[in-house]
């Protein structure tokens, strides 16, 4: 073979090779996976990522105002796959779920998402605010015309310049109404923002840093008060710019929410100065970053996040046998929850007396919370809540216009009232004969609290220990695909009621023993809550005694 001819083959060889490498590149890369929820790791970052085949393709957004590109790693829970995204390049793939496949994508830009018309965006709004003033449930309690509020966010949403700018106004719009159960959600934002890795609590009042992360303690030390934010007096800044969009006016609950919002997770751009005192009263001013997830596995937490569990249920023991029963939820999980409390509350029977602890409890389905009931209600039966929800009726709120009895229609505060039903215990229920304490929180919420506004008139009820409940239950109204797939809005539709009053929540559910922390009672993590409850109990224990031995 010549030179030339040999030159030949080389250069067909060399394509063939380069043909075959490019068939590899561009073969799509499929996993697999036995469970919906995956995980997504990028930036030293970890979120979550339900598989969806309904959207083709489903779209993992990043976004970074300066890189080029990124390394993201997909993994379930047989299967891996790796990527690097480039700028403007979406990288395509596969993921197969028990026999059906998600086809995915991964887009990688310097620009924030501004993928929804000006149409959308107005329309979003135009539906969030006529079902809230058709089928609000508080309607009648505002305190501002909400129509007039309508027609300020008009030209704000229409001046939104991204999606991200238009979730962010719509959440205050939703906010203003101060309901936990309406408000308005997406589940795209997270590669568009991040939250400052610090928490602020309030102590009598003023707000002091009680987390942080090891690289930024000695900066922003543990215990320092926040004097000022962005240059105002710290209570006039909340006042200004947290508190009036916070789930809740009532001050315990809305206290708790106004700081966790604070630090929360926003757009990268939107900075954060403080003035604060340190512990070693030195004044100092500093912007801290805005990088917590970012972060989160480089640098770990200090200080005292709060206590968080994923059990629904646990039993626990403290001194003289006395058990701690936390319901920490009233959700079903897919039927297992109460077939599994059957399982193990035989050992409950052999304590002394009985602690329910429902400070974690975030609410699930009322009738699982009229299970539980059914163990600290000595009677055959109890009174469920009562409600209420808005009518509407067309022809009587035009005759509103001259007639009194119909002028509620015509002022749209019309409401039809539901007196609570019966519920009745089984003969099978053995139920607690021992002393019971209930502690909440301001975590008590939704169906936690319906449980707690069926006991709260009965003069049989358990003592209740710790802060004024949440203040927000109801039948929130869903309207999904809002403003497209990927978010939805909720308006709460019904007032709940005290079963014999009538009056409605409206507030937390004070606790017949208020517990105030002190910062350092606090940060030394003593449970005040347990250590009152087992001293009340010890003396109804005693009471007890005391009453059979008179016998």
């Known amino acids: ?175 203003s109404l101060q309901d936990g159960h309406s408000s308005v959600y997406t589940n795209k934002i997270a590669p568009y923002i991040d939250y400052i890795p610090m928490l602020v609590e309030y102590f009598n009042d003023s707000l002091y840093i009680v987390d ?10 543990i215990g320092s008060k926040i004097l000022e934010i962005n240059g105002l007096p710290f209570n006039e800044y909340m006042d200004k710019y947290i508190n009036p969009f916070v789930d809740s006016k009532y001050k315990p609950t809305q206290q708790v929410l106004a700081a966790a919002r604070l630090f929360s997770a926003r757009q990268l751009q939107d900075k954060i100065t403080i003035k604060y005192l340190t512990p070693n009263q030195e004044i100092r001013t500093n912007t801290p970053p805005r990088n917590g997830e970012k972060t989160r596995e480089k640098s770990k937490s200090v200080g005292k996040a709060p206590k968080r569990t994923f059990d629904p249920l646990e039993i626990k023991w403290v001194d003289d046998n006395i058990a701690v029963l936390a319901l920490n939820s009233f959700w079903h999980y897919d039927g297992k929850l109460i077939p599994y409390f059957e399982k193990i509350k035989d050992t409950l029977y052999s304590a002394d007396a009985i602690i329910i602890d429902m400070r974690n409890n975030g609410g699930g389905v009322t009738d699982v919370a009229w299970y539980f009931l059914q163990y600290i209600i000595q009677d055959s039966f109890f009174l469920n809540y009562a409600w209420q929800t808005r009518i509407h009726d067309a022809v009587r709120k035009a005759n509103g216009n001259w007639a009194e009895e119909y002028k509620s229609y015509y002022e749209m505060n019309a409401y039809r009232t539901v007196p609570g039903d019966t519920i009745f215990i089984g003969d099978s229920i053995r139920k607690f004969s021992v002393p019971v304490v209930i502690l909440i929180s301001t975590m008590t919420v939704s169906a936690a609290e319906d449980f707690l506004v069926i006991l709260y008139e009965r003069e049989d009820r358990p003592l209740l220990i710790g802060q004024p409940s949440f203040g927000s239950t109801g039948s929130p109204l869903v309207f999904r695909e809002w403003p497209d797939p990927n978010g939805y809005a909720r308006v709460c539709t019904r007032r709940v009621l005290f079963p014999y009053s009538l009056k409605p929540l409206d507030k937390g559910i004070e606790p017949d023993i208020w517990v105030h922390y002190t910062f350092e009672e606090y940060m030394n993590g003593f449970d005040k809550e347990i250590d009152i409850a087992t001293r009340e109990l010890k003396k109804m224990i005693e009471n007890r005694k005391e009453q059979e031995n008179d016998k």
């Open 212 to 221: 942080t992360r090891e690289n930024l303690v000695d900066i922003y030390p």
């Open 1 to 175: 073979m010549n030179s030339n001819n040999r030159k030949s083959v080389y250069l067909i060889l060399f394509l063939v090779c380069l043909q075959y490498i490019g068939l590899a590149q561009k073969k799509e890369v499929i996993m697999h996976s036995n469970v919906r929820s995956i995980k997504i790791y990028f930036d030293e970052r970890i979120i979550d990522w339900h598989i969806n085949s309904d959207i083709r393709p489903d779209i993992l957004e990043l976004y970074d105002p300066i890189e080029k590109k990124k390394k993201v790693k997909f993994v379930s829970d047989i299967d891996s796959a790796t990527f690097e995204v480039k700028l403007n390049k979406p990288v395509y793939f596969s993921i197969v779920y028990k026999g059906d496949t998600a086809y995915s994508a991964i887009s990688f830009s310097n620009l924030l998402p501004n993928k929804l018309s000006k149409a959308d965006k107005i329309m979003a709004l135009s539906l969030f605010w006529s079902e809230t003033k058709y089928n609000f449930a508080f309607f009648d309690k505002l305190t501002f015309d909400w129509d007039s509020l309508y027609k300020v966010y008009i030209p704000m949403i229409e001046g939104t310049t991204n999606d991200i700018d238009f979730y962010e106004i719509m959440r205050n719009f939703a906010g």
